[in-house]
Structures are given as C-alpha cells and as structure tokens.
C-alpha cells in the first residue's frame, strides 16, 4: 500500500443528520480544506473530507487516473455520509468544486444543497487545454510554490497546534492530470442546465489561478434556485486557509444551515 504524505489523510467527524462532503481541489490533499471541516463539525454538522483518487501519495498517482476516478471517490464520500444522515451537501474547492459540479449533474445523487468555492468550469487557458498533447513530451511540471503563503499557512498551523507542514500537496503535477480536468469541466459545463438544487458560489477577486469570469459562466447555465454568489476582495485562490478564511466558513455554514434541516435539529 502507497503510504499518505503526512497530514494527508482524509477526515470524518460525526454530527447531525446533515452531512457535509467536502472536496480539494486538484494535487492538494484534504489538509486543503480540514479547517473548513473543523468549522462545520463545530456547527454541529457530520462531515467527510474526502481524499481523491491519485491524490496525497506520490505525484505520479496523478498520471494513472481518470477524472471520473475523482467523481467516484466523492460518490464514495457521499454513500458514507448517508449511512447516517438524513441530507448531503457537497462543498467543493478549485477542481474539488468542479468535482462537485460533476456530481451535481447525476440525478442519482440527490443534494440538498451545493457549494462551489473558486472551481474552474469553462476553461481557456491554451496550456492546459492542450495537456492531453503536451503530456508526451512533457509528463510532469514542477509547481513548487515558493511564495509567502506557504509560510503563512505554517504560521497558522503553529498557531493551531499542528505541525508546521505548510501546503499538504504535490509539488509535481501531471500533465495527464490537467488533460482530465480539461474532460471533466467541459462535461460539466454542457449539463449544468441540469442543476436545479439550491446552489452557493464563492469565488476571490484576488484569485490567479481560477479568475472571476469562471463564475460568470456557471451563472449563465445553472438553473439553480436559490443560487447565491460572493465575492471574497482580498483572498487569493486557496480559500480554506487564506485571509478571509473564517468569513468563507461563516458563508459557507450559514448557507448550508439555510437549505437543509440543521436549524430544526439545533445545529
């Protein structure tokens, strides 16, 4: 068995019979978004976090799955979370939030609500819509973040406790990877019409990775009602454990107590 890199592991906190999916996003790890889990569980919510196939044990697990291996480990996460709860909310960050948009498309999968933080739905970027070709020449990329943040996010983790681990995730991305995210989003982008379950969207003006205009095109399709949007003006793309993390918890918690049963269960 391929060990987790350390923190990786995914995570299950038992609460009310609401339960919580949470998703990271692509080469990341469920340490992504275990604060976000953290704050959820403390609301009284059950939450999964997932861990998605390829991800959290060594880089080139990335080049040995496809995007619909990603769906099937958050139908994994959902088939536990229903073993005790009542309803299920699926809240996805970056791909995890595409991944969770996939989701959302199978009526097989009945949500009670969805939230989407920074996910890339529409993409146009040339690079990585060409992954599928470059990935010959070029398997693997370096995406080593060597910017402050990484220290912020150990400062953080000192602060709570937790060793210092940084950014739990692959500083080696394959190139295969990028192809099926280029597969998944555009089957997604082509049935969001079919998503019709009260929707949240939670995007960062600050975000260089997935800019706002990927927002703009759920907008246009989804048929979600309520659908709800929010704009986060100093945070960048890594929203679970950036500046204005807590206020993106307190959206994401309150839209979910909003569209499910938690508040006549005192969650």
């Known amino acids: 068995m391929i060990p987790y890199m350390q923190g990786a592991h995914p995570y299950f906190y038992p609460g009310c019979r609401v339960g919580c999916l949470v998703i990271h ?37 990335l080049s040995r799955v496809q995007w619909e291996d ?56 040339e690079t990585i819509r060409r992954a599928h070709l470059l990935k010959e020449e070029e398997p693997y990329r ?9 220290e912020y996010i150990q400062a953080q983790q000192i602060e709570r406790g937790e060793p210092p681990l940084g950014r739990v995730r692959y500083d080696v991305w394959a190139m295969a990877a ?53 704009i986060l003006e100093q945070s960048g793309h890594i929203i679970p454990q950036d500046v204005e993390q807590e206020t993106a918890f307190g959206i994401v918690a309150a839209f979910v107590r909003r569209h499910t049963i938690s508040a006549e269960q005192g969650a």
């Open 25 to 61: 996003g692509l080469g990341a790890s469920p340490a992504e978004s275990r604060w976000m889990g953290e704050h959820l569980a403390r609301e009284g919510f059950t939450v999964c976090g997932v861990r998605l196939a390829g991800h959290g044990t060594v880089y080139d697990a």
């Open 142 to 150: 370096d995406v080593v973040d060597r910017s402050p943040f990484v």
């Open 178 to 230: 990028l192809a099926e995210l280029v597969e998944m989003t555009d089957y997604t982008y082509a049935r969001l019409d079919s998503i019709t379950v009260p929707t949240l969207l939670l995007y960062a003006r600050q975000d260089a990775t997935v800019p706002l205009a990927q927002m703009t095109y759920i907008l246009e399709r989804i048929r979600s009602n309520p659908l709800e949007t929010h």
């Open 70 to 125: 990603w769906v099937a480990s958050a139908i994994d996460g959902y088939h536990l979370l229903h073993t005790t709860c009542d309803q299920v909310v699926v809240i996805g960050h970056s791909m995890g939030g595409s991944t969770a948009l996939a989701l959302a498309t199978d009526a097989r999968f009945p949500l009670a609500a969805l939230c989407v933080l920074a996910a890339p739905i529409h993409i146009e970027n």
